[in-house]
């Protein structure tokens, strides 16, 4: 494969991540409002915020549903940040609630 | 809203993210796949494997595409761990085919 060859190739493969990466963004935030819902009836309820328990049936899940070529590892790695950043943003909002009151 | 009223919606709720969970997983799994693709170019055309310009157009991408409600800073953070995960692939996988030859 000639260097000319090797670009063509690398900027239709670098389309087709852009369109995936565009489609990760959208469930992101789909995922985000599931979570505000989520935040939402908790606090209404008084329920705990945070369960632990919960986690493992999340990574249970990914993990079940995961058939490479992405390896189990990996995969909870970055689900261990989407949760994250996610759990901040109900944190952020909680206490602006509060401050609220 | 009673406790056992909460806790129904949240099972709702619950499955809404499982779902968009297990298409995270697939669309994770569909990027690694193009992932590979490029390193198998990139092998065979001895082009750089790493190019710190190509990342910031990952994260421009994902930035214009971004309309909430995660914020802008948190997916960045999630495509950091995302990129970071499929780079470690990638030399991964450099180092087992060296070691073939």
């Not at 945070?50 to 490479?68: Q, T």
Request: net charge neutral; with cysteine.
């Amino acid at each position: 494969m000639t260097e000319s060859q090797a670009k063509h190739e690398l900027g239709i493969l670098r389309e087709k991540i852009d369109e995936v990466d565009r489609k990760l963004v959208d469930l992101l935030n789909e995922r985000t409002r599931v979570v505000e819902e989520i935040g939402t009836v908790k606090r209404q309820s008084q329920l705990p915020v945070y369960e632990p328990k919960r986690e493992d049936m999340v990574y249970a899940n990914v993990s079940a549903h995961n058939h490479g070529p992405l390896p189990g590892d990996s995969a909870k790695r970055i689900f261990e940040r989407i949760m994250d950043e996610m759990r901040t943003l109900q944190r952020n909002k909680m206490e602006s609630t509060k401050s609220q009151c």
